[in-house]
């Protein structure tokens, strides 16, 4: 390496005409580098003799390296790249050590924060003869591969494309031009090699495909490669400036955009032409108000409200707080109501045509809806549905609303647990919003919608308070005209809302709350109901939802009869609607493979289409000791029998199993202590129980089963086994029994009815004082029922042992 008159480094691959050895010759030590050089291994990527750049290497293993090629008078060193990271104590693998590297000079070494900092300026490709040292600091015997002259037209068309491609990336990234001055000052353009190996590095390659280039030193092979990756360069260049080109233009026009509409906002605002946000606002919530009738209290509080909204800065947190209160408030329908339709026989069409059945609730509702056509008007009220699941308490609410006319809304208090979902949270809250009450008059638009409050039995409570409790003044006529929502701070009327409740049962409802609500029961179905709602709302239903048409696909009314009494013979009939869906998808598999094919289902295609039924004609249990029992749960009346025995006579004593509840062991108790102090009276051994062991049993052992119904059942099961007399055939009772015999009245009187008609039994005892409530059932219930009355177990016994 010379200096020459314009201060510039000549190159020392010298390109010198092809010899008659062809191949690449070295260059002699005489041309100014050593024969052995320091080795220092870099990770980036590999350094080429074109190149001028900081090096940046870690002080501890490598300090050493740089003192001793500083020290040298030629200061070259050879830089070698290794793929991956550099170990810190500065091993390298040598079995993967490239074979070419970079002979530089290094100039402005720099230590400092352990590190050593360099400039770095390419001499010449460097070949490893002999490791010198293999520890560092590493010293390694070296050749200097030349790359041999090549005049011919090939070389010098690719160099026109390189110079081509370089002009090309110039434009698309600006960082290159200062590169190519470097390049410049110090070789000609004319120059493949240097050529060559500058557009390598121009690229942003791996450091792997970068070392190839190096690898390779014949010229026209490795300009070859160079163009290939130059121009993969500038295809990823190009794509990167479009990327950027299309954000900086969408975020020009949205800029763009931006400056326009404020732009016009004030010149709309100078010619009188718009508002602020602010004053269009007021005035938006000002037109809300027009035709709605305020108290003054409500009246003064909005005024309130909007004067303070007029001094606030829209950015204010307070602004967004006092908006949003203003958009519920004046949200709400004050004073506008709903003109209702008091047409009784409109009513009765509508509550025929949903529902099947249930004669005395639409009676109960006409009567409601009949004394609202009395005065004029339908007054608010609090209706409570109690009914086991399925049997249409939910449809109900919407036919009540749809016969008067009224909007109809409906949520759910099913585990709620907050009271503020009934009364709102107070507006200090962050996300405060009213409670469902002003959320449900917002969407209605009116002050007297039907609202229904469905599972009411199912409420929750928590440290966040007691929705139960929250009702109280809600469902109060006395009280909810003056509703008070903790969000709003204003009294509301709801005195004008018809609401609507359904539970399931009344246990868990608080009596309170309980006592300001009027009780309508939906007791259940009997089999000729569900047979008639099968046929009219839920077969046609079913098969609409499908797609599938009457004339394709038909049931028989047996078959609908076998699947009831053996499929769904719950109170509802929720389970029976799942199982003629499933009948039809069953069918609809049929009706794939032909579409023609009209298919009728029979009794005798249930099996295939539902599988064995879960249900079968239940046996009366029937003998000494044997008494069947009538019990009223959540899902509907159940027959229940009792059967008692006796285990030996070595001892007395009794047991009682059937997972029996606390009050039912204590009518247990009564029954058995009462038959035993009057066996005489019904001429039976006095001494029978005095060395008797008796075992009393209420199959289905598995279901709990509590309440004290069940007394006469339980005294007459012991009275048939003392007595050694199987009771009367076909006859089923209830009634809860005091210690000296009286019968008093129980509860479920429909509900029980009903499942003594399932099975078929049409003889019934029960208490005297519910005879008034038997007599309200609909006729076709006692229909065919032959009832005894009995006041005392006397009258029990007389009916049973004659």
Known sequence: MTDNDSGQLDYIEREEPESSNSGTGLALPEQGLPDKLYLLPISNRPFFPAQVMPVVMDEAPWGETIDLVSSTPHHALSLFFVDGPLAANGEIDFERFPEIGCAVKIQHAIKENGKIQFIAQGLTRVRITQWLSRKPP??????????????????????????????????????????????????????????SDFAATLTSVKGSELQDILDTVPVLRRMEKVLVLLKKEIDVARLQGEISAEVNRTISG????????????????????????????????????????????????????????????????????TRNYLDWVTSIPWGITHNDNLDIAHARKILDRDHDGLQDVKERILEFIGLGAFKGSVSGSIVLLVGPPGVGKTSIGHSIAESLGRPFYRFSLGGMRDEAEIKGHR????????????????????????????????????????????????????????????????????????????????????????????????????????????????????????GVLKGQLRITDKALRTLI????????????????????????????????????????????????????????????????????????????????????????????????????????????????????????????????????????????????SAGITLASALLSLARNTAPRKGLAMTGKMTLTGQVLPVGGIREKVIAARRQSIHELILPKENEGEYEELPDYLKEGMHIYFASHFRDVARVLFD
Not at 161 to 184: M, Q, R, T, V
Not at 282 to 296: G, S, V
Not at 490 to 510: E, G, Q, Y
């Open 254 to 321: 949205s800029q763009r955009r931006f400056f326009l509409k404020e732009q016009l906002k004030v010149i709309q605002k100078e010619l009188g032409l718009s508002k602020d946000d602010r004053t269009a606002d007021i005035e938006y919530f000002r037109e809300r108000l027009k035709n709605k009738i305020l108290r003054e209290a409500t009246s003064t509080k909005i005024e309130e409200e909007l004067n303070k909204l007029s001094v606030l800065e829209t950015g204010s947190p307070e602004y967004a707080v």
């Open 138 to 195: 590493y010293r390694v015997e070296v050749e200097y591969p030349k790359s041999p002259h090549d005049e011919r037209d090939e070389v010098r068309a690719y160099a026109m494309a390189l110079i081509n491609a370089i002009k090309e990336l110039l434009p698309l990234n600006p960082l290159y031009s200062e590169e190519l001055k470097n390049y410049l000052n110090r070789f000609s353009p004319n120059q493949p090699s240097p050529l």
């Open 427 to 546: 507006r200090t809250y962050i996300g405060a919003m009213p409670g469902k009450l002003v959320q449900a008059l917002k969407e209605v638009g009116v002050m007297n919608p039907v609202i229904m409050l469905d599972e009411i039995d199912k409420l929750g409570s928590s440290h966040q308070g007691d929705p139960a409790s929250a009702l109280l003044e809600t469902l109060d006529p006395e009280q909810n005209n003056q509703f008070l929502d903790h969000y709003l701070d204003l009294r509301l009327d709801l005195s004008k809302t018809l609401f609507v409740c359904t539970a399931n049962v009344l246990d868990s409802i608080p009596g309170p709350l309980l006592d300001r609500m009027d009780v309508i029961r939906l007791s259940g179905y009997i089999s000729e109901e569900k047979l008639a709602i099968a046929k009219h709302h839920l077969w046609p239903r079913q098969l609409e939802r499908a």
């Open 565 to 708: 009494d053996g499929y769904a013979r719950e109170a509802g009939v929720r389970n029976l609607d799942k199982q003629l869906a499933k009948v039809i998808r069953k069918s609809v598999m049929r009706l794939l493979d032909d579409r023609s094919q009209k298919i009728s289902i029979k009794p005798t295609d249930l099996t295939d289409l539902l599988g064995s039924a879960p249900f079968r004609k239940e046996k009366t249990l029937q003998g000494v000791g044997i008494m069947t029992g009538l019990a009223w749960t959540s899902l509907g009346g159940v027959t229940l029998p009792v059967e008692v025995t006796r285990v030996h006579s070595l001892s007395r004593g009794y047991k009682l199993t059937g997972k029996l509840g606390e009050v039912m062991r204590e009518s247990a108790e009564i029954a058995y202590s009462y038959i035993c102090a009057n066996l005489k009276s019904y001429r039976a051994d006095p001494e029978f129980f005095d060395t008797s062991f008796i075992h009393l049993h209420v199959p289905e052992g598995a279901t709990p089963k509590d309440g004290p």
